[in-house]
Every structure is written in C-alpha cells, then in structure tokens.
C-alpha cells in the first residue's frame, strides 16, 4: 500500500489533497503535517513512497524540506505545492531533485497524474536498487582471515582514489572480485567497468581490442571500432593476466597512463579518456622484468597500490564460510533445497591441499551437493572430493 505524506499549513488545502487521492485510489495510506519541521519528523520515522510538500509555510518552508529530505532519504520522490506567486521558487525546486510541482488550487488530473508517475518512479529506483544489491552479491569476498581482512581494509581506503592497483596471486584465488570491490567502492561505481583478459586474446589482435581500430588498418577491418579503453571511459578498465601483454601494447597502455589518450590502431588522432586501470597477474613481473618480457617503467606506473590474494591453502579458516556461501548460492541456482555440510565434512575439506584454489573449492562443492544425499557427510568427501 503506497503511503503518501502532505505537508501544507493550510488545513482546507489539507482536506483537498487528501480526499481527491483517498477518492482516487483507496490503497492509498495518506498521512498529514501541518509544517515542514512535523513532517521532516514523521519522514524520519516512517517510510514513505510519496511527499507531497507546500512551499510557503511557516518555521520551515518547502525548499528547506526539501534538501533535508534529500540528505536523509533521497529515494523518496517530492512533489511541491505552489501558490500563484511561488511559481519561480517550484522551477527552483526541480533542480534541487524535485519530482515535480502542482498548483494551487489543484487540477485533478494534473494531481492524479503526477502522483501516479512519481509513485512509479518510486517503485522503479527500489527496483533499481534491488538489482545493483544482486549484481554486488556476485561479486562478494567471503572469508574472515586475517589476510582478507587486510585486503578489504585496503579496498575501503583505496576505492574511493583514482589510485592504480595491481592485483597479484595465483590462478582461482580471487582477483577479479578484488577488482570489482574496488569499482563498486568508488566514485566510479556509476561508470562501467570493462574487463580484458589479456591471456585470451592474441597478441596479434591485443591492441586493437584495447585501444580500437580504424576501417581497413589490417585486413578484417571493415568499420571503424572503439576498444575498451573508450568502452570503460568515466569508468573502471580491469587488465586481467596483464603479464601475458605483448611488449608493443604495453607502450600503448604506458602512453595511455601518462597522457590519458588513446590512438586506434591505423589512426594518427588523439583520443581523450577517463579511465581507472586496475590490473592483475598471476606472474611474478619483477621476473618477467628481469627477462625482459614486461617493461619496468609500466610496472611501476600499475603498482600504485599492490595487493595480493592469497591461496586457499593459507587462508584454511575461510573454508567453511565459503563452503555456506557457494552451498547457498548453488542451490538458488539449480531451484534445490540447500545441503547442509557436517562437521567432519567441513574438517576433512580444511585438510585438503587446494591447488586450484577457490575456484577448484566451489566445483567441489556443487559436485558433493549433486551426489549426496540431504546431509554432506566425512564419507561423501572422502567419495567424491576427488583429491
């Protein structure tokens, strides 16, 4: 049931107000203050969908509750009430986030619509919401260890900077979700975030996937195309396995750190971008700079900020946590009752050498719920953990 709050001194407007929209719709949960201080009040102790708010009132007027109400519960959309006289303050009050205005005395339809739309847009932003608590839960970094605990201690203090990170450790331990905390953390968190696995792409076809390319610079290059460094623009680009990087596109990524710009491949003209680089590596760079497989001068304009994942095996404490998380989200997953993992299960899976670390864990996991029966016991693990 939508509850709907009106703030207006002026009790016959009141009386209006709220039965125009009890008539209307009879789901509707109206509730009054007759001043701007009351009903910054009762918006602090209620949830409402909908603030339908006077301008000129007393003690406090409507452009005063209006930028409380947006520090202390933005969400809620504020439609204004104007009188004759208050029609420039109300254009005002737009661009301070107000919904919209209506005037005084109200036109039915006009009421009846904007309510309808604001309630709608309501409903979309908790939508909204919802889905980016979903995306975030995907990206989560379960573990109380105390080297996770560094790490997530890192993460709060770096986010918000435009601080470049490089991400060590071996394959499976995490990385990516490292990166993403780092994004969904910062100020970029509106912006994308753009991944390139630089392993996977031949080193042939590296650069024009990073910085795009221009129609007929190679032979397949029918149509001018952006690269990623554009696509992540205002945003995050995370450079997975950046140690497997040829040499000629680590001098183009080293020029895009330095001057923020860009070329496309086959193209002279600069390219201006806005880009956060977090890169990651299961290699040992200063090695590969010793063998001169990666460039020193691009590894220390990374490593800003380093940190490392560790491997399942030094963080065994974890292992139950993890256990509970991936066991939970299988089974939202297949549609499953979740499993519950007994005591001496999760003990025999702590012993266990993780080589493929969280990565070879959560397989393991969805490969015991598959095969045994309600209850994960020490036998099932012994069966089926393959080790």
Known sequence: MPKILVIEDEAAIRRVLVKILTEENETYHLDEAEDGLV???KIKKDDYDLVLCDIKMPKMDGVEVLEAVKLIKPEIPM?????????????QTMRLG???????????????NTVRNALDRKELVVENKILKTKVSKNYQMIGESPAIASIKEIIEK???????????????TGKELVAHWLHQKSVRAKGPMVEVNCAAIPSELIESELFGHVKGAFTSANKDRAGKFEAANGGTIFLDEIGDMSLSAQAKVLRALQESRVQRV???KDIKVDVRVVAATNKDLTKEIEEGRFREDLYHRLAVILIQVPALNDRRDDIPLLVEYFSEKIAKEQGSTKKEFSKDALK?????DWSGNIRELRNVVERLIILSD???EESDVKLYATK
Request: proline content about 5%; aromatic content about 6%; overall charge negative.
């Open 348 to 352: 025999l899976l702590k012993s266990y």
């Open 266 to 268: 086959g193209s002279d």
């Open 98 to 112: 107000a919904f919209d205005y209506i005037s005084k005395p109200p036109d039915l339809n006009r009421l009846l």
């Open 39 to 41: 009903g910054i009040e």
């Open 158 to 172: 770096v986010a918000p900077t435009d601080a470049r990170v490089l991400i060590t450790g071996a394959n499976g």
């Open 79 to 91: 439609v204004m009430i104007s009188g004759h006289g208050d029609l420039d303050t109300a254009v």
């Open 374 to 376: 309600l209850t994960v």
